[in-house]
């Protein structure tokens, strides 16, 4: 997915394309300081970020007045701008508190990441012997 923005003019279709995956979803409002102060850094953090990391960034302006957002887990769950949080399938699984250095914020992104596991890579290079043996007879 890379980086998906929701805006008020997108939100149903927004919703239904992040429902149905893990992400870090940044809920913004572009005329609050303290998101003002927060988007440089959280610029410079996509581009440390593991690039497999599905981020979402939701403009927040008119939030409550949408019904599809408000009902959403990110609309109950918006406590202030800026929130950062990670969801899994549409629901919030933890909320970032914590400092707000482009690392820090990298560390918390890269946990939406699941991690490769080693049998499925063995069972892949297997998949591809046997490819091979099978082309050379």
Aim: with cysteine; proline share 5%; glycine share 8%.
């Amino acid at each position: 997915m890379g980086v998906e923005k929701i805006e008020p003019g997108n939100y149903k279709e927004g919703l239904r394309r992040i429902r149905n995956t893990r992400c870090v979803v940044l809920v913004f409002h572009p005329q609050c300081g303290h998101c003002v102060e927060l988007f440089p850094k959280w610029q410079a953090m996509k581009q440390i970020a593991n690039p497999n990391a599905n981020i979402v960034e939701v403009n927040g302006s008119d939030m409550h007045s949408s019904r599809e957002m408000s009902a959403s887990a990110i609309g109950r769950g918006t406590e202030g701008f800026p929130s950062v949080m990670l969801m899994d399938k549409g629901k919030i699984i933890s909320r970032y508190n914590g400092e707000r250095s482009p690392e820090k914020l990298a560390e918390f992104v890269n946990q939406s990441v699941p991690a490769r596991s080693k049998s499925r890579t063995r069972s892949k290079a297997r998949r591809g012997k046997t490819k091979k043996l099978r082309r050379r007879k």
